[in-house]
Structures are given as C-alpha cells and as structure tokens.
C-alpha cells in the first residue's frame, strides 16, 4: 500500500554536544588514511573527492549524448539516505568497546591517552540509526547538483507543476532525506507558498523485508553466511584484532570480532559525522583497514549481492518498477504528450540499491568473493566503499534523439556506468531498445512474487 503524508519540518535527532561546523578543504581537514575503505559507512566526498573543494560541482561533460539532438525527457533517480547515527546495535557494541578500552587499556601512546582522559562516548542506543545534519546537507546538495546536472528536467516549472514525483522507504532516515531533498529544491528556488508531497512505499523500496524466500533462505538464515564467518575467525582477521590488543595494550582474548568492527564503527561514524580524524582511527594501519573492508564486503556480497541469486531476485519489484515508468515516458514522449513523471526520485537504504545494481549485473567479479580469496581479490569489482557510500545513488536518464531514437544514460554516484552487455562505442549513452534487449529475460519474467514464493524450485 502506498501512503502519502505532507511535511514542512524536517526532524532530524541533533545531539547538542555534537553539533560541529563543518571544515573545508581550506582548513586542512585531516582525513584518516583509512577513510577510503568504509565500506557503506564512508562519505560521499570519498567518491567524489572533486566536492571537497565545491560540493555543489558538477561536470556536465559527463553527460555527452552522440549527437547534440539529443534531449533528456526523463529523470530515474534511485538514492540511498543520508549519512546516520549508529544503529542501537551499533553503539551498544561501541560502548562495550570504549569500556573495555577505559578500564583495561595499558598502552601509552598519546592517542590511546586521549581516548581515556578526554574522548566521551557520546553515541546511543536511542539513536537508532536516525539522520544526521551531514545527511541533511547532502541530499540539499545532491538535489541542486542534479538541477545543475539536467536543469531542463529537475526546475521550478516542473516541480511546481507536479512533474516531479517523491518516493521513499518508511524509515526515518528515508523520510528525512526526501524532506531534505525537497528543502534542497524549494530553498534554491525560494519557494514558500506550496508543499509537495511524498509517497512511502515500503513494498518497492524495501522489497527485502516481504521477499518470503529471502528472509527465509539467506537473512534469517546463519549457515547463508558461512563465508563471511569462516574469513572473520580466519588468520587475516585474527592479526587485526592481534594488532589492535597489542596497540592497546590488552591481552587478545578482550579483542573480539566484535570489538574490532566497533573500533572501525567509531572511526568511520566520528569522521562521517563530526569531520574529525579520531583517535580511534590509530587502531588501525592501511592493512587492517583492507581486511576489515573486505570482510564486510564478503557480507554484502553474500547477504544482497551475488552469492545468492535470490538475493538480486528480491529486487525484481523495483527492477518493474523502474522500467515500467522508463516505459510509460518514452511512450508518453513519443506520442507527443507532456511526460507526466519528468523526474522520480527513490530514497532507499543501501540494502535497496544492492540487489538492483546486482540484479542489472553491475560490479560482477569473474570469481566469487570467498573467504580463502582474500589475497586474489585485492582488484575487485566488488567494493562497497565504492558503490555505496551515504547518499548514493543510481541515476538513469532517457533520451530522445530524434527519428525515434531514444538512449538511456546510467550514472552511480553522479558518474557514468556501463551496462553490463553492452559495450560498444557509445555504451555510456546506450540506444533504450538495446538495453531492454539486454535484459530481455528479467523483464518478461523476474516475477517478485514467483521469485519470493517460500518453496520455488531450483532454476
């Protein structure tokens, strides 16, 4: 069922000892060296480094069509919320974590000193995962780069005059970052004197939470993620945690699987968060970042990715959805009429965007992510801290080119993709048709029903 609600206040968990202005470049902000493998919990500058200098930049060279005839008409835009606070399971684990640290640690480095006599474990459980401002100002900023990016499809007229449609998750990160994404638009166009809706639609934007045969088979499932717990007791690991009780001065049996991930959470939350390099960063060396990284890769790739295929099977609601619309656009654009969704905007979680990029083929390693690869795969396709950092996003842009001719753009994190298959000469900017023969085979099938149903037999 789809609901709609009408917001004017965007409410976002602000927690007054952690309210922080945020530093330029001009600052010297001092980034940790291990920013870069944060996996879904790294910035979006990280992605696009180019921001940090003007987060409003966009390099409209990108979008290059074969021929200047070509006209964008329509505007998908699948985004991930913005940066978070820690889930509670996330900041009870850092709790334990910072006591251990606070009553057992026995190094002296100064770092490790800072920690104990001035660092104050700030995050709770009551936090919950809920938007942070940095989340806020990254779904503004987003929506008026895409309005630099495609001006003739995200502008003032179009919004106003309905044209552009809101859909999101019902979390309230989700929620947030529309609202956030909408203030971005009204703000830049000063808009006071009307409200736009958004509607919540939790059966296509989180489509894994009603996919029977996944919540049974893989995510409710342990022995799913066999892998992923073999790497984590594997020798690889097990050096991390060494290396973190030597830095700290504690026997290894205090350092955890566990504990090592809290340690990571609390470098990558303090720096996404609060733009600070925090001494918990000194836990690690680039090495241990690599590992950690790639552990949490393993889970993705098991868990939403392509380990499983009903993993990007649980997608196909959105997958129709997506196409269903690119279909009733193109139609509309041929036959003359205004296109009625000029510009859609899906705000999901990274767990929406996973299965889809992996369902459409993107970032498929010839070999599998295992865990006795670690070694092999140091060049991967497959790598969260790239693909999905806060506010990620899938962009697909419809062409018309005249005489028929309609073209596709794919754009991951503001930058163009290639879609698996079609690899020709003017593949960032693929003829439409050619991409729904590609995926042919999904769109005549890819049930989510069929798929989800709970004792489907074996393809």
Same mark, same amino acid.
């Given at each position: &069922? ?9 409410? +976002? ?20 060296? #291990?920013?870069k ?5 790294? =910035?979006?500058? %990280? ?27 329509? $505007?998908t ?5 913005g940066?978070?606070?820690?889930? /509670? ?10 006591? &251990? +640290? ?38 503004? !900023?987003? *929506? #008026? ?11 003032? %007229? ?16 989700c ?41 049974q ?5 342990s022995?799913a $993620? ?51 390099n ?17 552990? /949490? ?24 959805? +997506? ?25 999901? !979680? ?5 299965? $889809? ?17 670690? *070694? ?6 497959f790598?969260?801290?790239? &693909? ?42 693929? =003829?439409?048709?050619? +991409?729904k ?19 489907k037999?074996?393809?």
């Open positions: &069922m789809t609901f709609f609600r009408k917001f004017t206040v965007i409410h +976002v968990l602000i927690i007054p000892c952690c309210v922080v202005n945020y530093v330029t470049p001009e600052d010297n902000l001092d980034i940790p060296s #291990i920013a493998y944060f996996n879904t919990k790294g =910035r979006y500058e %990280e992605v696009n480094p180019h921001l940090l200098k003007d987060i409003l930049a966009v390099n409209t060279s990108i979008l290059q069509p074969p021929s200047a005839q070509c006209q964008p008409f329509h $505007l835009a699948i985004i991930r919320h940066t978070r606070y820690p889930t /509670s399971k996330n900041a009870k684990e850092m709790q334990q974590l910072y006591n &251990m +640290v606070l009553h057992n640690a026995t190094g002296e480095e100064s770092w490790l000193r800072e920690i104990q006599s001035q660092w104050r474990m700030w995050y709770t459980e009551d936090m919950d995962g809920r938007l942070v401002q940095k989340g806020v100002e990254e779904l503004k !900023h987003l *929506a #008026i780069r895409l309005s630099k990016l495609v001006p003739s499809l995200i502008s003032e %007229e179009k919004l106003r005059g309905g044209y552009i449609k809101f859909i999101t998750s019902s979390k309230h990160r929620v947030n970052s529309t609202l956030s994404f909408k203030a971005g638009l009204t703000e830049l166009w000063a808009i006071t004197d009307q409200d736009f809706d958004h509607a919540i639609n939790d059966s296509v934007m989180r489509f894994f939470d009603h996919c029977t045969r996944y919540v088979e893989v995510d409710n499932n022995s $993620l066999s892998e992923i717990n073999k790497f984590r007791q594997g020798p690889e690991m097990r050096r991390v945690t060494e290396k973190i009780a030597d830095r700290l001065g504690v026997q290894y049996s205090l350092i955890t699987q566990d504990m090592a991930d809290a340690a990571f959470y609390l470098c990558a939350y303090e720096f996404a968060i609060k733009a600070v925090s001494p918990w960063c000194q836990l690690f060396d680039e090495e241990d970042a690599k590992v950690i990284e790639y552990a /949490s890769d393993l889970r993705e790739y098991w868990k939403r990715g392509y380990g499983y295929d009903i993993n990007s099977k649980s997608s196909c609601i959105l997958f129709h959805d +997506v196409f269903n619309r690119l279909n009733k656009a193109a139609s509309e654009n041929k036959s003359g009429q205004q296109v009625t969704e000029a510009v859609t905007v899906q705000v999901g !979680h990274a767990d929406t965007l996973l299965p $889809l990029l992996t369902l459409l083929g993107f970032f498929k390693d010839n070999v599998s992510l295992n865990s006795s690869n670690y *070694a092999t795969q140091t060049q991967r396709s790598r969260t801290s790239h &693909m999905l950092p806060y506010a990620a996003n899938l962009l697909l842009v419809l062409y018309d080119c005249g005489a028929g001719e309609l073209r596709l753009q794919a754009l991951l994190n503001e930058k163009p993709v290639t879609f698996p298959g079609l690899s020709d000469q003017q593949a960032s900017m693929p =003829r439409y048709e050619d +991409v023969e590609n995926y042919s085979e999904l769109l005549q099938g890819c049930d989510f029903e069929t798929e989800c149903q709970l004792f037999s074996p393809a």
